[in-house]
């Protein structure tokens, strides 16, 4: 099970469902689809059979974890190497 808690950032995002909730960029609004691969500043989105990158820091996203857990995350937090995103240390939002 997945705890919603500021360390949700610190969690493996790599075969997880994923929505574009917001987006600075309208072509990316309601785009959905099966994480494929993550690199700093993109995630790359299996779509429609089709692979889609998507800008990380342009959009807030809805995930789906293994567990059927849904937590909505601003693409900010997730900018930087997956590996690097286990030592960062997150400031409480709330």
Request: no cysteine.
């Amino acid at each position: 099970m997945v705890k919603i808690t500021p360390n949700i950032i610190k969690q493996e995002f790599i075969g997880s469902q994923i929505e574009i909730f917001r987006s600075n960029h309208a072509d990316y609004l309601g785009l959905n689809g099966r994480i494929v691969n993550e690199s700093k500043n993109t995630f790359s989105i299996l779509h429609k059979n089709k692979i889609k990158k998507i800008i990380k820091n342009s959009a807030i996203f809805r995930i789906q974890f293994f567990d059927g857990t849904t937590a909505e995350i601003d693409g900010n937090l997730l900018v930087g190497r997956p590996e690097d995103r286990l030592k960062k240390n997150i400031k409480r939002l709330w």
